[in-house]
């Protein structure tokens, strides 16, 4: 679905009964490869993607700040002061933004007046495609315009990951935030999550493309296993440290790590920590076979990515295990994997671009026959991150 920045201007003259001022962009995000190890200090290799979060706004003379969602009309306009930022299930989606302001407001005293936002995103709701951090880093990007904050982007990125954990209560790590804010076209992120260095590395996929395969299940991270499965890392971690001088799973080394394995007692968390290790592992071996242009090997760490994700860190789930392990078998396919925090949501897959509507109509029959509904495909680019829209 392509959204227009005219069409929502005119809505939030309609809606709001003013002229908007300033428009967005936010991107969402997908995590090539590197799953589950942004909290274990380890490297992610997350892009940007051209579907996302867009936005328009005008400040106001009250501290009063009114929303309205086009994909949640539903919950109306959501409408709060600028004096109570607290937390309120009734606010939604409205949350995320509210908690933005509290932090922002923190290190900008001169945010101290509302505003109208009108936002409609392209982004499958609960589908691992971050959603979340998307609309956190439109209102950042948006309340850095409007009120002339000076910030670094990486602050930014902070303030996003600092509203996931401690204001809506998932202990997520910085990936999404970072790839949103500083995503560029054409370009992957190396990203080391213990250090915040980066490289950037060119994704030149020709002649494949960037396949998302949704399983139309959305799920909620916060109501899921995500934060358990964090609690078991850092179990393993610490039985660990008993032998090894590490802050982090990720600090290990394969060979490491199957030499002091035998220090985490219980199998469950042994699989855990040995998902995180390897996934590190395969994650800079992936940067050496695109930097070679060796798709082969690319996409088969693709698929260990996921049979990790499924057998060791149990996080795929049947609706996302019947779409990856399809996807593999398709003529076109050079590989697939689940992506995001899993327990349903999407799988990527590279396909050949001359396979993709026979790969799309092999995928579903196998999906529709086994989980009852369809699947839906999104063949995305590489985007840039966050940016202000010029609107006239």
């Known amino acids: 679905m392509t959204i227009q920045m005219t069409d929502l201007v005119a809505q939030f003259e309609q809606r709001f009964k003013r002229d908007a001022r300033i428009g967005g962009f936010s991107p969402g995000r997908v995590n090539l490869i590197g799953e589950h190890i942004d909290y274990n200090g380890g490297h992610v290799f997350p892009v940007a993607i051209d579907i996302g979060t867009y936005g328009v706004a005008a400040p ?3 501290r009063t700040v009114r929303v309205y969602s086009n994909n949640m ?4 306009v959501i409408t709060f002061d600028l004096e109570d930022l ?6 939604h989606y409205a949350n995320y933004i509210k908690g933005m302001l509290l932090y922002l407001k923190e290190v ?15 982004l499958p709701y609960g589908a691992s495609l971050s959603s979340s951090a998307s609309l956190e880093m439109l209102v950042g990007r948006l309340m850095i315009e409007m009120f002339q904050i000076e910030m670094p ?12 954990n401690a204001y809506i209560g998932v202990n997520s790590g910085i990936m999404d935030q970072f790839i949103i804010a500083f995503g560029k076209a054409s370009t992957a992120f190396l990203l080391d999550t ?4 980066y490289d950037e590395i060119k994704t030149h996929f020709e002649p494949y493309q960037l396949v998302i395969m949704n399983t139309n299940k959305s799920r909620e991270l916060k109501t899921s296993k995500y934060n358990e499965r964090r609690s078991e890392c850092e179990e393993a971690l610490k039985q660990l440290q008993s032998e090894c001088d590490i802050n982090a799973l990720c600090e290990l080394d394969v060979a490491t790590f199957e030499q002091h394995q035998h220090m985490i007692k219980d199998d469950v968390l042994r699989r855990r920590a040995r998902h995180a290790v390897l996934e590190n592992d395969r994650t800079r071996q992936v940067c050496e076979a695109l930097n070679q242009g060796d798709y082969e090997t690319y996409g088969q760490l693709l698929n260990a990515s996921h049979a990790s994700l499924k057998s060791d860190f149990e996080v795929t789930g049947i609706e996302l295990d019947t779409l990856a392990e399809a996807a593999q078998q398709q003529q076109g396919c ?3 994997r689940m992506t995001g925090g899993g327990f349903v949501g999407c799988a990527i897959a590279f396909v050949h671009h001359d396979h993709i509507e026979t790969f799309k109509e092999a995928v579903t029959t196998v999906y529709t026959n086994k989980i009852g509904y369809p699947p839906s495909f999104y063949v995305v680019n590489v985007s840039d991150g966050a940016k202000i829209i010029e609107i006239s």
């Open 334 to 336: 050079i590989g697939a």
């Open 194 to 197: 213990h250090t915040l260095k």
């Open 86 to 91: 607290s937390y309120k299930d009734a606010d």
């Open 73 to 76: 009309k539903d919950c109306g």
């Open 153 to 164: 982007l990486m602050d930014l990125v902070q303030i996003g990951k600092r509203v996931e």
């Open 108 to 122: 900008a005293p001169q945010l101290d007046h509302g505003f109208d936002l009108l936002i409609e995103g392209n």
């Open 60 to 62: 106001r003379m009250d």
